[in-house]
């Protein structure tokens, strides 16, 4: 028995840190619903679809010119890389970076998820509106993980293990991890 659990704790460690590849997906063009984060580290998994929020676009902190939502069904499911910026590969700050200049023409400067916190307005959960970012410190001390902010307590981000997907700040795992949120500078 001890054996059986120490390998199935190996397995769930190992796809949590993004080493085990997630399964291929056909060529279909029929996506599935996007489904919650789960790389929590305990037990604690959260199953059922995440419905698209209702938003007020009119309250959105940016003016949308191409559908958020059309974009994420787009980008669905594309693979995470380290560094990447295509749909072959695909890491949290690029998604944002290439999300931001493609939908509401706004452009940063640096790369990395801690840089782009720094060109942003930091505010906290209750302000967070559609579009804004959100970030999370889930490896240490220093900002590490970048989303887009959708309403209702759910984000779109680059998972290392699922690749884009959206997932909610509900989740005991994002709870704990969540730094602040951002908003453009303008």
Partial sequence: MKKGFILGLAVLLLSSCGSLKPPRQSNS???PKPRYEHEVLNNEMEEGLVEKPSVDKEESSTVSLKSLDDFIDDWYGTPHKMGGMSKKGVDCSG???????????REFEGRRAEDLFAEMEAIELSELKYGDLVFFKVKGRRIDHVGIY???LKFVHTSSSRGVM???LSNSYWQKRFFRGGRYKN
């Fill in 29 to 31: 063009k029929v996506k």
């Fill in 95 to 105: 998604f944002v970076i290439i999300a931001y200049r493609e939908i509401f023409e």
């Fill in 150 to 152: 959708l309403g209702d």
């Fill in 166 to 168: 959206v997932s909610a």
